[in-house]
């Protein structure tokens, strides 16, 4: 009998440093008991301090991943996190979308250091080719503000935003508050047309590098196991905030999740 709970793909960048990512990732999956298999878009030499370097993968190698994987294992959920360009984001919405019963969009545009993740000219067609596709997407406020234009200031600027997202064609969108400020940590879902305010005190942690990347792969990771859309995103909320409570400090800038946590829900 096998301890898997499903199979869940994830396209992403490279994480050198182990914190976001492709390796993120990878690691939450494994945490939740979930078969994790991967295509990269690119890799990156960074580390706690920033990122120093990008490579692109070739879009018909990125192709050529998505295609091996989608072919054999038949993930039930999927996940996109880094795509860097207009061409990785055209192969995946071409290759990827209708492959898997689940689409989460993670629409990575900069780096918890600040670096930029995605071209300029990518944003568009992320917003006009991906989003439309997606049956989540998890972006974060400054991401929200540019898919949309609007300023993002509070739960209420959440909630619009969220529906400007929904009208783009998404199925479902969840913002993260974690850029705002105050003691409480707010995030807003948009699903089946009701908007649900998640609402706990904000963890006192700088350990913040890959939450993003987390969160999206937690909440892939439990739709893969089996849940509807709305436990999915509990679940993954609550192995984040975990995972951030047991954080991790290797290097001299923004500490990384504890990703081997256990939570209830995923033990063998």
């Known amino acids: 009998m096998s301890i898997y709970r499903g199979v869940a793909l994830t396209v992403a960048g490279s994480d050198s440093g182990g914190g976001a990512g492709i390796q993120a990732d990878l690691k939450t999956f494994a945490a939740l008991k979930v078969f994790g298999t991967s295509a990269l878009t690119a890799l990156t030499a960074q ?6 370097a990008i490579h692109g993968v070739p879009r018909g190698m990125i192709r050529a991943q998505m295609e091996a994987v989608c072919g054999d294992f038949r993930p039930q959920a999927a996940k996109t996190g880094m795509l860097g360009t207009r061409e990785a984001i055209l192969e995946v919405a071409e290759h990827l979308a209708g492959r898997c019963p689940f689409l989460v969009v993670d629409p990575v545009m900069v780096a918890t250091s600040g670096d930029c993740l995605l071209e300029p000219d990518a944003e568009r067609t992320l917003a006009e080719v991906l989003v439309p596709r997606a049956d989540l997407v998890t972006p974060n406020v400054p991401e929200a503000e540019k898919l949309t234009g609007l300023a993002v200031r509070n739960v209420e600027e959440m909630i619009e935003a969220a529906k400007r997202i929904s009208g783009m064609g998404a199925r479902g969108v969840l913002v993260k508050g974690g850029h705002l400020e105050g003691p409480l940590m707010r995030d807003v879902l948009l699903w089946n047309g009701r908007a649900r305010i998640f609402e706990e005190p904000r963890i006192p942690t700088q350990n ?4 993003g990347c987390t969160l999206s792969a937690a909440i892939t990771a439990e739709l893969a196991s ?3 859309m709305e436990e999915a995103v509990e679940r993954g909320r609550a192995y984040l905030r975990t995972a951030l409570a047991l954080s991790f400090r290797g290097g001299r800038g923004r500490g990384c999740l504890g990703h081997a946590v256990t939570v209830p829900w995923a033990r063998p």
Request: with cysteine; net charge neutral; hydrophobic share 25%.
């Open 226 to 228: 089996g849940c509807g």
């Open 47 to 52: 580390n706690s301090l920033g990122v120093f």
């Open 208 to 211: 913040t590098h890959g939450t």
